[in-house]
Each structure stands twice: as structure tokens, then as C-alpha cells.
């Protein structure tokens, strides 16, 4: 077995870790379902499940890969648990899921980089969807994209996955910032920062709390919480950090880059009176591609869109998959290189169902977001908060002295608060993914 490797640096692991959470959770998924989801009343529930479940879970999965060193299953039997190594499981289960139709959009993004320079969406952007999204086109495009996320993964976590993340997620937030700057200069979107920015205070409540079992899956999606990344991640982590500030740290840029995604596509649509709720998965592509089409240098304006799009599933791509090859390499002890290429082959396979149907990719992604991750989650708050708080609060106040008060809170939080939401939405999760299996069928 290989020699495990490091972090290089810690600016290298928030960015990985931060372009775990930068990718089309935030730039594809996100505006789409705020979109479905009537605009800010969807981003204030987001915003608050983001805080209150999203931080003490990614503690929680942080304080088991530091104090593990080992890969999400193989974290359990470390701890003398093996008996809660289905925690791992479903993370890896999710992780499978996720990137088999994750891939297919990737390579959707690839055909629009490709279209935005040579405008072949300009004359029918629903059309062009159609043709690209489903079909022959759809599985080789999901089969580069995918040769670009083994590429990354199997260089390893210096060479790799740092070096890639140092580039493309601070490329990711330019390119989005420059984006916003320029939406904010076109007539009519002002009412793209109404819709995002401006809930209805009557009905702000009763609005949010019917919209959190969508609002929890994106946010355990957009923090790549549920799936074993960030146990993965923290496994590769010193002793002399703080896990507090770490994931402070990812939680701000991540929810900056999500809110400042919508504030570089709701303009867009509403300068050019397309409504933002009718596209589904499809919205940055469709809705997008019409609004691009009819703006001054749309051309252009869409290329470094879907570059930057491109970027973040990348970043994102490639943490899944190094969650599932640090598994394999460790657990079998293949070589890193062999086992990236076999897995990455595996995944491509899982999902051409999805590059043929995208009601398929739609029950996969609900599958994934709202059960498999709030399942995996759920476990873990338990695990973290009744039969492991002794440990938990050790490792969490190593490298952070002075803050035992505050991890006694967080414990608490896992214990009854999060477990309690967490079933509610797993309840609601199974009976979104019933509806959408039902809708394949």
C-alpha cells in the first residue's frame, strides 16, 4: 500500500474542501430550485439550514476523519464501531449516485462551453437542450467529462486535487463576480433581485418551513455533506488546526459563491422576461441559453458562465470520486492510478441511464439529496451525539483551546434539534423519491 499523503498547505485544503462545496450544487442546483421554489422565501430557509444543521455536520464528520485517519468506512473500524460503518456506506452508496448523474451534466456544461463559441444554441436554445442533453451526445460528453475527473484524481491529493482546486475555485469566484457586475448593468434586473432577494413577509414562514426538505437536501448537497467527503478531507488534516475555524471558514465561501450565483443568473433571466421556474434541471442550460442568445455579447457573456460552471463541477467531481478511491486504495490496497480509472468506469456505467433519461436523473438526484444524504446524516448527528461525544469533543477542542462551552452545544444540537429535522425531511424525502421513481415508470 502506498505511503498516505497530506495536506500541502492549509489554503490548499480550504480550497479543495471549498471547491467540494463550489460546484453545480451551487450554480446549477441551487438557482433552479429557488427558481421551482418561488425565489427568496427558498433562500432564507436554505440560509438558516445552512447555519443551524450544515456547520455541526461538517464538524462532526471533520472530528471523525482527524481523529481516524482513514476513509469513510474505514473510519468506523478505527474507532472500534463497526457496527456504524453503514455511515460510511451510504456516504459512499451517495457518493455513486451523485456522481453517475453529475457526470452526465458535466458534460452537458462541456457542449455549452462548446455551443457559447460557436453559437449553436443561439436560434433554439430548447431545441439544442434536447439534443444535447439525452442521448448519444449526453453519454460521450459524460464519458469526458469524467476522463477529466479521474485525470485530476489520480495525480493525488498534492498534485491532484490541490493543485486544481488552487486554481479553479478562486477562477470560479472572478468569473462569477464579473458576471454579477455585468447583470447588474442590464435594464429589468431589478426584478431578478426581487424575486432572489425580497420574500413576501406574510407568508415568509409558512413558505419556509413547507420548503425545508428541499432546502435541507441542497444544503447537505452544495456542503457535500452525507457522502464521506469532508471525513475523507479531515483525514488528510494535522493536529494544529482548529476544526471550528476550518469549517467556518467553508461555510462562509460556500454560501457566498451560492448567493452570488444567483445574483449572476436572475438578473440574466429577468432582463430578458424568462421566467426562471419553468426549466427544471434545464434552467442554466435552457433559460440561460435564451437569455444569452438575446444579449449584447450574449456569446461571450455565455462562454465564461459555463466555464466557471465547468470549474465547479469539476472541484466537485473529483471530491466524490476521492472519497470512494481512498476507500478501495485502502481497504484492498490497490495502487491509486488502476483503482481511479476501474471506479471512474463503474460510475460512467451507473449512470447512462440518466444521459438517456432525464426523468431518471431527476429520480437519481432526489434519490441522492433527499434520502440517501439526509439518511447518512441522520446517522451520523446520532452516532456523533449519543455514542460518540466523549471523543468527539476531544478531538473538536484539539488545536482550539477554550472552547469546550461551545462544543457541548454543538453535541446537543446533533442529539435532538438536527435528528429530530433530519427525520422529518427523510420522511419527506421518501416520498419524493417514490413520486419521482413513479414518474420513470
Given amino acids: 500500500m502506498s505511503v498516505r499523503e497530506t495536506w500541502a498547505t492549509r489554503i490548499g485544503f480550504i480550497l479543495v474542501a471549498t471547491g467540494s462545496a463550489v460546484g453545480l450544487g451551487n450554480i446549477w442546483r441551487f438557482p433552479f430550485l429557488t427558481a421551482e421554489s418561488g425565489g427568496a422565501a427558498f433562500l432564507i430557509a436554505y440560509l438558516i439550514l445552512i447555519v443551524s444543521v450544515g456547520l455541526p455536520l461538517i464538524l462532526a464528520e471533520f472530528v471523525i476523519g482527524r481523529r481516524t485517519k482513514r476513509n469513510v468506512v474505514g473510519a468506523f473500524d ?9 455511515v460510511g456506506g451510504i456516504g459512499a452508496l451517495a457518493g455513486f449516485v451523485i456522481l453517475s448523474y453529475y ?9 455549452y462551453i462548446i455551443a457559447s463559441i460557436t453559437g449553436a444554441y443561439t436560434s433554439d436554445p430548447a431545441a439544442y437542450f434536447e439534443t444535447a442533453s439525452v442521448g448519444t451526445n449526453a453519454v460521450v460528453f459524460d ?5 477529466f475527473v479521474a485525470g485530476i484524481v489520480a495525480l493525488g491529493i498534492r498534485n491532484g486535487l490541490e493543485r ?5 475555485v478562486p477562477s470560479v469566484v472572478v468569473l462569477l463576480i464579473v458576471l454579477s457586475v455585468y447583470g447588474a448593468t442590464l ?21 419556509a418551513i413547507g ?34 475555524n476550518d469549517s467556518l471558514l467553508i461555510l462562509v465561501v460556500d454560501t457566498f459563491i451560492a448567493l452570488l450565483a444567483g445574483l449572476a443568473i436572475f438578473p440574466f433571466l429577468f432582463a430578458e422576461g424568462i421566467d426562471p421556474g419553468t426549466g427544471g434541471p434545464g434552467t442554466v442550460f435552457v433559460a440561460l441559453g435564451t437569455a444569452f442568445a438575446e444579449l449584447p455579447a450574449g456569446q461571450l457573456v455565455g462562454t465564461v458562465f459555463y ?19 481512498a476507500y478501495v486504495t485502502e481497504t484492498f490496497g490497490f495502487e491509486r492510478k488502476p483503482a481511479t480509472v476501474g471506479i471512474a468506469g463503474v460510475i460512467f456505467l451507473i449512470g447512462i441511464p440518466t444521459a438517456l433519461d432525464i426523468n431518471v436523473l431527476n429520480a437519481y438526484d432526489v434519490l441522492a439529496n433527499q434520502v ?52 422529518y425531511v427523510l420522511y419527506n424525502g421518501v416520498l419524493a423519491t417514490t413520486e419521482a421513481v413513479t414518474a420513470v415508470l
Fill in 307 to 325: 466555464i466557471a460552471l465547468f470549474m465547479a463541477a469539476l472541484t466537485s467531481a473529483f471530491s466524490i470520486l476521492e472519497v470512494i478511491v
Fill in 164 to 168: 486544481a482546486a488552487k486554481f479553479m
Fill in 187 to 207: 435594464d429589468g434586473s431589478g426584478a431578478g433581485y426581487a424575486f432572489y432577494l425580497s420574500p413576501d413577509p406574510a407568508t415568509l414562514v409558512s413558505d
Fill in 372 to 423: 440517501l444524504l439526509i439518511g447518512g446524516g441522520l446517522l451520523l448527528a446520532i452516532f456523533v451525539g449519543w455514542f460518540f461525544a466523549g471523543e468527539a469533543l476531544e478531538e473538536f477542542t484539539t488545536g482550539s483551546d477554550g472552547l469546550e462551552g461551545l462544543g457541548t452545544v454543538w453535541i446537543w444540537l446533533l442529539r435532538i434539534p438536527i435528528t429530530v429535522l433530519l427525520l
Fill in 211 to 244: 420548503l425545508l426538505p428541499d432546502a435541507a437536501g441542497q444544503a447537505f448537497f452544495t456542503l457535500s455533506l452525507g457522502m464521506g467527503v469532508m471525513i475523507t478531507y479531515a483525514s488528510y488534516l494535522g493536529e494544529d488546526r482548529s476544526l471550528l
Fill in 143 to 147: 464519458a469526458l467529462f469524467m476522463g
Fill in 78 to 86: 478505527e474507532l472500534g464501531r463497526s457496527n456504524w460503518k453503514i
Fill in 103 to 111: 457526470s452526465v451534466v458535466g458534460g452537458w456544461v462541456i457542449q
